[in-house]
């Protein structure tokens, strides 16, 4: 599809819960971003992945934080353990090269309660 | 460090004027530098990119200037219209690398 699908659209987890976050990147596009949007318009990267592969992982909180992208599976992010500070929107977003505009999912609100 | 810089402050004008968006940065020198739009509780839209080696870019009614030595880019929506109003979001790539770092964007509201 032409759309970046991220589910689910909400999230609500207790402190010290797990949550699992999911991102259909668009088909054909080899790129994949995570984001993590604290306050309002303060984007912070977390990881890239070229098809499968990590990319950059410089932002991500390695102790909590993991992500994979499978061949045939939508992309994934998960937080073990989470704290009061991972209450955000997390966005995907994807592209077919590096050099191109990014098309950004609708998000996952993650609120730790 | 590496900073971007956008106007906090929303940009109010009158519908049908011109909107001019300011985004400088420093201590990098991006290979090019991306415009996107954000409404709230939506992911942002991209609208543009221009590279290093482009002066300026043009689509429909918007236009993006970059300027290389000021660190400086302009983002201009001619005859601006209230279905504009939106968090308008810059994000040139990270020096060293292609993933582009956002800044925390400017909120412009066009009045009818």
């Known amino acids: 599809g032409e759309e970046v699908a991220q589910t689910p659209k909400h999230l609500v987890r207790g402190e010290g819960q797990k949550a699992k976050l999911y991102c259909a990147p668009i088909k054909g596009h080899s790129y994949v971003f995570w984001y993590q949007q604290v306050l309002k318009n303060e984007f912070k990267f977390l990881i890239s992945f070229q098809n499968e592969n990590v990319f950059d992982e410089t932002g991500m909180p390695k102790e909590r934080f993991s992500a994979k992208c499978l061949p045939n599976s939508p992309c994934s992010l998960e937080i073990q353990a989470t704290k009061l500070e991972d209450s955000a929107v997390y966005f995907c977003a994807s592209t077919r090269t590096s050099e191109h505009g990014y098309t950004f999912g609708s998000g996952t609100r993650l609120t730790v309660v | 460090s590496q900073k971007i810089e956008q106007n906090s402050e929303a940009l109010n004008i009158q519908e049908g004027k011109t909107a001019t968006l300011t985004c400088n940065y420093t201590n990098y020198s991006p290979a090019y530098l991306q415009w996107y739009r954000q409404d709230p509780g939506r992911g942002p839209v991209f609208l543009l990119l221009i590279r290093e080696n482009e002066k300026e870019k043009r689509k429909e009614r918007l236009k993006v200037t970059f300027d290389t030595t000021l660190k400086q880019s302009l983002f201009h929506i001619t005859a601006s219209q209230p279905a504009d109003s939106a968090t308008y979001l810059c994000?040139?790539?990270?020096?060293?690398?292609?993933?582009?770092?956002f800044g925390r964007g400017t909120s412009l509201i066009v009045h009818p």
């Open positions: 994000a040139p790539n990270s020096g060293g690398s292609y993933i582009p770092t």
